[in-house]
């Protein structure tokens, strides 16, 4: 049975697909699938300057180890000034050889100035993080490199590409994004994974990791209310809820219910 649209997926779904992969992914197939994938990528970014963005999570480390097969070899990721501790250790520990780190340097005062991006309830409000993270990031990133292309890990399977047929477009500030993973299956991500052995962020072992993927924390979304966002986030690391707490009115009261 597939997975089907990510935003329909719990958080059990996922770690039983996980558990059972071999049963629906053979290792013929996966391979089948990815030859042809990479000889896509080899085609498309012929005589262009290309690299990739790695986000480390899941689709995006499965792009990574593609791509390098395939000959591209520079990379980057886009972080701010509010990843969780544990999450940037383990990016530094394991990011690609050839991975800038570019840092758009939102921090506690941004947020304390922008509280509606607490905890996104809403798709809009998520969708603005990777805005102001990932795409900025990308954007400098290309701009800087004088690239032609750079290749993202989305997938149709996500919900990318609602409206546009296409897998490689150029946005209105002249980015171009290739996303030769576009037809891949949640299935076939996790097969990659497996049968390569491919090692996971802890995000994915958190509470709802795979569904709510990689981010910084205060986008963390799916908690309901921002009492929530706080208490899963205290349940992950205190440290970042104790931080918080001298600048944001919420964290500093879940902190003072938690001590009571």
Known sequence: MSLGRKQRIDNKAWLDAVATIEDAISREQLDELTAATVEDIRATME????AYAW??????????????VA???????????????????WVQANKPAGCEVINTHQGLDWLAKHPEMLFPQESATAGRWFSIVQHRAQREYFKA????????????ADGNFVGRGSNIYTDGKGVTRFSPLAAW????????????????????GWKNGYLCGTHPWPARQWTGSTENGWREVYDIDPSIVTAAAEKI??????LEGVRA
Do not use: N, W
């Open 47 to 50: 005589g262009k300057r290309a």
């Open 55 to 68: 986000s480390a999570g899941k689709d995006s480390i499965v792009l990574g180890h593609v791509c390098e």
């Open 71 to 89: 000959g591209v070899t520079d990379s980057m990721i886009g972080v701010c000034d509010l990843e969780y501790p544990a999450f940037a250790a």
């Open 145 to 156: 490199h004088e690239l032609d292309v750079i290749i993202l890990g989305r997938r149709r």
């Open 185 to 204: 299956s949640h299935e076939h991500v996790l097969a990659y994974i497996h049968y390569h052995q491919l090692p996971l962020p802890p995000i994915y």
């Open 249 to 254: 009115v919420s964290a500093r009261a879940f």
